[in-house]
């Protein structure tokens, strides 16, 4: 009795501990910025991050604001991470064309879409307009920062 006691203390103060200890995480960059790796921060840090290989691989590219062309991430991009301060103004259109140009995604604050190689996410918003229906893999060129994501 005395052991499963002593185990479950354990088991306790090293969850507690696990649940105090500081977290480290990659210093926020200027708006548009580059890099590589694949840096997973524990708290929102007011970005959207986009990598061009899935699973945070490859050269990142991350803003803080809108962007009307994504410069070395256009048309490049297979992982999206929306790590923004969620209360407003924290989701995120994808535009198939710069200057928020052509159907867009939405992307809501907190969502990371790790893989869009599946073709599992789409532009669905703009019918009729240049990019409606088809993946957003390696087809974003801009985006901007909207209050909510009207339709999922």
Avoid at 86 to 113: E, K, M, Q
């Amino acid at each position: 009795m005395l052991i499963k006691r002593v185990l479950t203390l354990a088991a306790s103060a090293a969850a507690a501990a696990v649940l105090v200890s500081p977290v480290t995480g990659a210093s926020a960059a200027e708006s548009g910025s580059q890099g590589t790796g694949s840096a997973q921060l524990a708290s929102a840090d007011g970005y959207l991050h986009v990598y061009t290989q899935p699973n945070g691989r490859g050269t990142e590219c991350k803003w803080e604001g809108n962007s009307n062309n994504w410069g070395a991430c256009r048309n490049l991009t297979s992982d999206i991470w929306n790590n923004a301060y969620l209360g407003g103004n924290d989701a995120v259109d994808l535009y198939t064309a710069p200057d928020a140009g052509g159907a867009h995604a939405c992307i809501d604050g907190g969502d990371r879409w790790s893989d869009t190689t599946s073709g599992q996410y789409r532009f669905t918003y703009g019918a009729g307009l240049e990019g409606f229906g088809q993946s957003v893999n390696n087809n974003i060129s801009s985006h901007r920062w909207v209050n909510y994501c009207s339709q999922h």
